[in-house]
């Protein structure tokens, strides 16, 4: 008797269901059935479960793995928080929906709104990713380099954002062949209006792989002349002797011819000391000796030749050469203006005359003779 009624139950339990059944799968609202709503709520409740739960794991997984490598500690874990609970509600709404038939406005502007989301997180863990490479390689390089880098990020940044774009486009039905062709019409033509500025950027490019200066530098370019601040993307800033900024386009700067004061191991030295006409010979004589030891009394300064190489307008012309064994500038500025001074003493004392022009005008009384 009992197993005849658990038959009879389970049987009408049985009934119901199929009952139920029947009513969901032919009863419908807007092109869908009942089942169809209920099959899809549960595949949306799933999808939050699933995606919540798991981006926890992988969460997880991943802030233990970087912080054991130390390659990968300072990766920026925040960019996974990007993808959070809006995005995981709509995700598993879109999925869930896929299941019901809608209408083409509705379905278009479903696939729209995922394709955004991926948009932003994919930039988003992109832009990380970038951004964590950027910062280690800024540590390994030097100075003029770490600017390379900020426009190697920002060019990568561009392509990344482009390609993303692209692809969601491509996915909504656009013609990415016919995009892609009128966008390079479009930018041939803003080539040509930007070209000055484009030359700049390449020329900075250019300027930071060849590294003809680096930042504190001191710099001749072209008839300027100054100590190198900034290399930005646009132009190049000198710092000059007088204290103003100077900005000079890139496109020139890499056109110009270029004179790097500071890779200079040695600086040389050349120029006249006149003396006068009327000094003795034995003076003359002196004044070669003279010079040489002035020279080699001064640290950081080889002595190389010193001839008298000229009969000059008003004076006797003795050339001096030396090498001031440093590229620095201020060096250079001080030695040489020691050892001017020094030869300037040292000769008062010997009476070695260094004359300065003069100009005699000698006037005559003519005496006028009567015819």
Known sequence: MESIYIMTVLDDIYSQLLSAYNYLNVTSVAGNTYLDYTIAFGIFLLLIILQYFGLLFIKRFIRLTFKKNQYLENFDLNILDSYGLSQILYVSLYVALQNLTLSLLISQGLLIGLILILIYFGIKVSFGLIDFYASRERQKVDIESRN??????????????????????????????????????F??????????????????????????????????????????????????????????????????????????????????????????????????????????????????VQFIRAYYVNFGSYTFDLQLTYDILT?????????????????????????????????????????????
């Open 187 to 300: 930018s041939v033509a803003i080539a040509f209006g930007a070209q000055n500025i484009i030359a700049d950027t390449i020329s900075a490019l250019l300027i930071l792989i060849d590294k003809p200066f680096q930042i504190g530098d001191f710099v001749s370019i072209g008839n300027d002349s100054g100590t190198v601040t900034k290399i930005g993307t646009r132009s190049t800033r000198l710092q000059t002797t007088t204290g103003n900024m100077l900005i000079i386009p890139n496109r020139d700067v890499y056109s110009s011819r270029i004179n790097n004061f500071r890779r200079m191991d040695k600086r040389r030295i050349i120029y006249t000391v006149g003396l006068s006409y009327d000094s003795d010979v034995k003076k003359l004589k002196m004044a070669l000796p003279l010079v040489k030891e002035i020279v080699d009394s001064h640290e950081s």
């Open 327 to 371: 590229g620095d500038y201020e060096t250079y500025l001080r030695v040489q203006q020691e050892i001017f001074l020094d030869i300037l003493e040292r000769f008062t004392e010997e009476d070695i005359n260094m004359p300065y022009p003069i100009q005699e005008v000698r006037m005559a009384q003519l005496r006028s003779e009567s015819v």
């Open 148 to 185: 390379l880098v900020e426009l190697f990020t920002l060019i990568s940044k561009m392509t990344i954002v482009t390609l993303i774009i692209l692809w969601g486009l491509s996915l909504v039905g656009v013609n990415i062949t016919v995009l892609i062709t009128s966008l390079g019409i």
